[in-house]
């Protein structure tokens, strides 16, 4: 089975500090995503990646940027949180085509910005 | 622009069967995927459909109708546990997949 972990399931932090969410998976996928999940509006797209040190912007990705320096791993920084920034953010990964397209998504992480 | 359409929430008795609807509109079509996602946990994968017609596992069944950028989730003999939302989400040429904001099902005794 694909496992993708998520570093934190709960984090609270304050306006203007700096936060990383760590993303990992263990099926080898080259693709990689970070999306955010708000109430009514369903998930948005912030950044994906399709391999190692490769990033492109997603539908949102003001105030966000992302490391992907090994295959499994795919990190989003907020560089200085803001309390619209509150949300549950979930990473997701995929391989292959067709049904393979499949994202599998890790736990989502719960920040709170004060 | 891309767009999903799916009601917001929908109610349904413990037992019945239940229909949940999905519009599409997307720049080219690779695949229509439904997700289940309880509150406060991560989607996970239901079904996949690329081909126009009826797919079936178990209690669930998915529908896709290309031609009318249609599809939907069927849910037979109702659990409480089904309650969740359903998420429907289109891949499109780019392979993006573009996502509804889900349906909210509430499972009554």
């Known amino acids: 089975d694909v496992k993708v972990t998520q570093s934190s399931r709960y984090l609270v932090k304050r306006t203007g500090e700096k936060v990383f969410l760590e993303c990992v998976q263990d099926m080898d996928h080259e693709n990689m995503f970070w999306y955010r999940q708000d109430p009514g509006l369903g998930l948005r797209l912030i950044y994906f990646s399709y391999d190692v040190k490769m990033k492109e912007k997603g539908d949102i990705p003001e105030g966000y940027s992302v490391s992907r320096e090994k295959k499994e791993r795919f990190s989003l920084i907020l560089e200085s949180a803001s309390t619209n920034q509150t949300s549950m953010y979930l990473c997701a990964s995929r391989s292959g085509t067709g049904e393979s397209e499949t994202q599998y998504f890790g736990p989502g992480t719960r920040l709170l910005v004060l | 622009g891309q767009n999903i359409d799916q009601p917001t929430e929908m109610t349904a008795t413990e037992g019945a069967i239940v229909q949940i609807n999905c519009t599409y509109q997307?720049?080219?079509?690779?695949?229509l995927f439904w997700y289940q996602q309880h509150a406060g946990e991560a989607p996970t994968f239901l079904s996949y459909n690329v081909l126009d017609g009826l797919e079936e596992k178990g209690r669930f069944s998915s529908f896709l109708s290309r031609s009318k950028g249609y599809s939907y989730l069927l849910l037979k003999e109702l659990q409480m546990k089904d309650s969740a939302s359903y998420l429907c989400a289109v891949l499109n040429s780019n392979y993006q997949l573009i996502w509804g904001a889900g349906t909210k099902l509430i499972i009554k005794p």
């Open positions: 997307t720049s080219g079509f690779n695949g």
